[in-house]
């Protein structure tokens, strides 16, 4: 949460406290797990959508395409389990138990192996056990104890750095300094993406892959994969993500009209009362559709019993350094977003 400039103390001991545990890593004072595979961390220096799941599920999927037999390994951040918990190709993947994105992964059509875990390492071995060649994790730049071979950091493009001061005040987890480990740096835009060198680059790392994409969104489909056609159709539409007005725009980008839309809290719970709201707004509002994110979808599908449910997500279409982050990962014909 941005508390504004009252809580700069706050962000001035979060930033001591970040600047000592970077220095215990950088230095070897601590010590990270070392990474018994080819291993991919994905993150990014801000709290909140930044578009690093639709990078990871993208670095997933070339790897699968590549013929490589990759794992996500993830924290499982807002599950309602503790420990490790691993699944295994072809298992069932409920949200309640590994975590909306590792869901949302999964359900997107990526049957790997997954680990869940608090303590990363031990998820690491877990996957290792399976015969996997490779991790991807996800949301993992600052989480230091486990090793990896490539550092990607995924940046908003047209505000890298959020307001530019560490939370409480802002929103970074670490100061733009951090850079200066990633391996690559992801500029994600929302809109048209911008090719030119930003003038920081240099400053925060000059020796770092330069990668830009644009979010392009995915064809609208109803929960059982069927096109949907959302122009001219009346929709509510419901989003429990870090920046849900950015959804509410592409949705109207695709030529729906909103009669409805309800924010909800990043990785929210579609419990009773949620599901109950919702259906009494769809119906009090005349929606026909309710669309929803593909986070959502994977909570909502078991549950929902109102007006048609349809998914719509977004996907990175890279627009620079797609050729040189194949060579990075050894994986032949570059990196593309999945055909629509």
């Known amino acids: 949460m941005n508390l504004g400039p009252l809580a700069s103390p706050l ?7 970040v600047l000592l545990r970077r220095a215990a890593y950088d230095r070897r004072w601590l010590d990270a797990a070392p990474a018994p595979v080819f ?5 990014g220096l801000e709290v909140g959508g930044t578009g690093k799941t639709p990078v990871t599920e993208l670095l997933l999927g070339a790897l699968v395409s590549a013929g490589k037999k990759p794992a996500l390994l993830s924290r499982g951040y807002g599950r309602q389990t503790r420990g490790l918990l691993l699944r295994r190709p072809g298992e069932p993947m409920p949200p309640g138990r590994f975590g909306d994105e590792p869901a949302m992964i999964v359900g997107g059509g990526l049957d790997v192996p997954v680990a869940v875990s608090e303590r990363r390492p031990l998820g690491m071995q877990a996957l290792a056990a ?8 996800d949301d993992a730049f600052s989480h230091r104890p486990q090793a ?4 990607v950091v995924v940046l908003c493009g047209e505000a890298p750095f959020g307001n530019g001061h560490l939370m409480p005040w802002g929103s970074l987890r670490e100061p733009a300094s951090s850079l200066r480990r990633a391996s690559v740096v992801w500029l994600h835009f929302r809109g048209a993406a911008v090719l ?18 644009e979010a392009t969104p995915s064809p609208a489909a109803s929960v059982s994969g069927a096109r949907t056609e959302l122009a001219g159709r009346r929709v509510l539409v419901a989003a429990g993500i870090a920046r849900p007005a950015e959804f509410f725009a592409v949705i109207e980008g695709m030529g729906a009209t909103l009669v409805a839309r309800k924010a909800l809290s990043d990785h929210a719970r579609y419990d009773a009362a949620v599901v ?5 707004l769809g119906t009090a509002s005349g929606a026909e559709l309710v669309v ?13 019993r109102g007006a048609p449910l349809v998914v719509v997500g977004t996907r990175p279409t890279i627009r620079f350094g797609g050729a040189e982050l194949a060579r990075l990962l050894g994986v032949p014909g570059g990196v593309v977003a999945p055909a629509p």
């Open 276 to 280: 109950g709201e919702l259906d009494r």
């Open 39 to 43: 291993t991919v961390a994905v993150g």
């Open 196 to 213: 030119d060198e930003p003038a920081w680059w240099r400053r925060y790392c000059p020796k770092a892959l330069r990668v830009v994409s």
């Open 292 to 304: 929803v994110t593909p986070k959502a979808a994977v909570k909502l599908r078991p549950v929902w």
């Open 11 to 17: 962000a001035g001991l979060f930033g001591l406290g």
């Open 130 to 137: 399976q015969g996997v060649d490779c991790v991807v994790m």
């Open 148 to 151: 990896r071979h490539l550092d």
